[in-house]
């Protein structure tokens, strides 16, 4: 795709590689964050691919192990399902309706293996949707077997304000506003790193057919 720039510390450099042009890469504490990487067609292509998914497994809202309810939505793709319920966060083979998980679509495969293509391919697609009023609290991503294993993560739609810590939930955090075509990379130290959505800029973006955000995070789950 020729040449596209990369910024590093602070720093924009030039580098040759399969970006498209105009995209950029951010430190953030570790985490690596590629802007722009999809295009306006292929986030519209990838949600047309989502709108079918979820007639196969819908969005629901899960409750946390206190029995307070989530703010966001959720649903998955993949061989397995992340889910909360009165019982844990655990990992699951169907959606709570019984169903199995559709497959992670081929579009967001391809991704995951240009960003981290030495990593195993991932067992779970989790797809939240985070109406203008949802966030997600500081956590870490440690229900997975393997932490060698990169986290990757795919913003549609209106802009999501992501903060990023250390390892210890007291760890100084940065924070940046993750745009509809962005990608997010947790690996390395970064991998268990206390992350979290603490708003949304509703109206940011007309992609989606009303306000809100969809996430999609790839994980090796074994």
Known sequence: MGRCKHEAGGEMTESSGMFPMGTSTLDLNGVRVVSSLLDRGAQEALVAVLRGLLK?????????????????????AGRFGWISDKGGYRYADRHPSGVAWPPIPAPVMELWRLLVPVARDPECCLINYYAPEARMGLHQDRDEA????????????????????????????????LKSGDVAVLEGAARLAFHGIDRIKPSTSTLLDRPGRINLTLRVVT
């Open 56 to 76: 196969v497994a819908p969005l629901h809202q899960p409750v946390m192990p206190n029995g307070k309810p989530m703010s966001v939505r959720m649903t998955a």
């Open 146 to 177: 393997d932490f060698t294993q990169p986290v990757l993560s795919i913003s549609l739609g209106d802009d999501g304000l992501f903060r990023v810590g250390g390892p210890n939930r007291t760890d100084p955090t940065r924070s940046v506003w």
